[in-house]
């Protein structure tokens, strides 16, 4: 499929750099480079994969800047399309001008996420994978990466592939059945492939908590009386003195929120002002907010101190919600209650195990060299094409070779067959301009 228009865009980021890139791609790209570029050779007679030395032109014939032209014939380039890359010195300047002429000699400005679009149409890359460079793009983790690296290798793609392969066995076998109804089939065409796949979608579902996590992070709420150690436990989890620490009961009074890596999520740790009756205005406009960021947070770090009487403090958060710490464990423990999970943040007692617990709580235990599921898209589709294998398990023969199809419908929409425009725009408007 031949697109007629050629897009434009500064690739790297915006602001000065010590390199900047245009990139250009579609049916006029060493055309516009032709006219745009001046050195020993001319871009579209050069073979693809080359670098050429030279000067870009204003329409005067003036000298924008000196660069490298890298030129990519398609269909052995990014989009599939011919495709140039100007680098020059990346300048805000430099680069703005290059954008403009390009333009003028006939490129239209790119959307957001266009040259991965051309790629996905022209069958360089499938769904999964086109969604794995923007999850790579936005990976601010050691572990999103790993992921986004995962699947654009096309791990999904080709778990998905190996299942549809199965479901097709036990699809031709049914219908050999139907066929010939005298011959029988064996139980290991019809049922073991549709109970394995049915075993890998479970097992892969499991995977779709750790992927949003991995991807998107957490946001995760100290609450607690005054005085429980929530500021003390914040900036030991960090390891610098983010937030103010006094033994005087109610010294945080609004929250601060504080970023930091976690267990291989992003995660935004909210200390919050200490929860009492008070006739304090500001300071019960602080416990409002902590109250209701408990409500919202991703999870509750419920705070109380080991070493005074217990004064227990309940929040409206759900269990599956929550992780209670008993804190100041080394000043002793004068009560005992085996929900809570003892730390010091003045030794760092209890904080690996802490770590752990957060990391069992937010991640599961899917393991780190296998693909997770990383979006709401791959998690329905998913659902739906489990539910059809189920389907497929408990009905008759006839009805049974139907639910397959209908599954086989979903795997294959998970790699981008047979999906709306629309679909595919809301993957795509996420995207950087100039990927
Ligand atoms: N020995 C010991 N002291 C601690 C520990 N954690 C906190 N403290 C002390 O307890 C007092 C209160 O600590 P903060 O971290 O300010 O407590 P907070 O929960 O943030 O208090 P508010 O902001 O008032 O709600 C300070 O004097 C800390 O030094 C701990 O693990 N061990
Ligand atoms: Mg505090």
Same mark, same amino acid.
């Given at each position: ?11 790297? !980021? ?18 516009? !480079? ?84 051309? !790629? ?69 065409? /019809? ?23 991995? =991807? =998107? ?108 710490? =008993? ?7 004068? @009560? ?31 393991? /780190?060299?296998?693909? @997770? ?63």
């Amino acid at each position: 499929m031949i697109r007629a228009d050629t897009i434009v865009a500064i690739s790297t !980021a915006q602001g000065e750099g010590a390199i900047g890139i245009v990139r250009l791609s579609g049916p006029r790209a060493l055309d516009i !480079a032709d006219q745009i570029f001046a050195g020993k050779r001319v871009p579209s007679r050069t073979r693809g994969g080359r670098f050429l030395y030279g000067r870009f032109l204003d329409r005067a014939g003036e000298t924008i800047d000196e660069g490298i032209l890298l030129v990519f014939k398609g269909p052995n380039s990014y989009t599939g399309e011919d495709v140039v890359e100007l680098q020059t010195h990346g300048s805000v300047s430099v680069l703005g001008t290059l954008l403009s002429r390009c333009v003028e000699l006939g490129a239209r400005l790119a959307q957001p996420g266009e040259f991965t679009l051309r !790629a996905f149409l022209e069958g360089r890359m499938d769904l999964n994978q086109a969604e794995a460079v923007n999850a790579l793009i936005h990976a601010q983790t050691d572990t999103a990466r790993r992921q986004a690296t995962l699947g654009l290798q096309g791990a999904l793609s080709q778990r998905m592939d190996d299942m549809a392969f199965k479901l097709v066995r036990t699809m031709s076998a049914i219908q050999a059945m139907l066929d010939y109804p005298e011959e029988g089939v064996p139980e290991e065409d /019809r049922i073991t492939p549709l109970l394995e796949v049915q075993t890998e979608l479970q097992h892969l579902l499991d995977t779709a908590k750790a992927g949003k996590m991995a =991807q =998107q992070g957490a946001r995760l709420a100290l609450l607690g009386r005054p005085n429980a150690g929530k500021s003390s436990l914040l900036n030991a989890l960090l390891g610098y003195e983010r937030s103010i620490v006094t033994p005087i009961a109610g010294t945080t009074r609004d929250y601060l929120e504080a970023h930091m890596e976690l267990v291989g999520v992003p995660i935004t740790l909210i200390d919050t002002a200490g929860v009492r009756e008070t006739e304090d205005v500001i300071e019960a406009a602080g416990v409002e907010r902590a109250l209701k960021l408990g409500e919202n947070a991703d999870l509750v770090l419920l705070l109380e101190d080991a070493s005074q009487p217990r004064e227990d403090l309940e929040v409206a958060v759900p269990e599956e919600r929550l992780i209670r710490l =008993q804190t100041k464990i080394d000043l002793g423990q004068v @009560w005992h209650d085996n929900r809570y999970q003892p730390v010091s943040a003045v030794t760092g007692a209890g904080l690996p195990e802490l770590r752990e617990r957060l990391r069992e709580t937010l991640l599961g235990d899917p393991s /780190r060299n296998e693909v @997770w599921l990383s979006s709401e898209r791959q998690v329905q589709a998913v659902t739906f094409a489990l539910e059809h294998v189920q389907n497929a398990l408990s009905l008759p023969d006839e009805l049974a070779s139907y639910e397959i199809e209908l599954a086989l419908g979903y795997l294959a929409e998970l790699s981008g067959k047979n999906v709306s425009e629309e679909v595919i725009d809301q993957i795509f408007r996420n995207f950087c301009v100039g990927k």
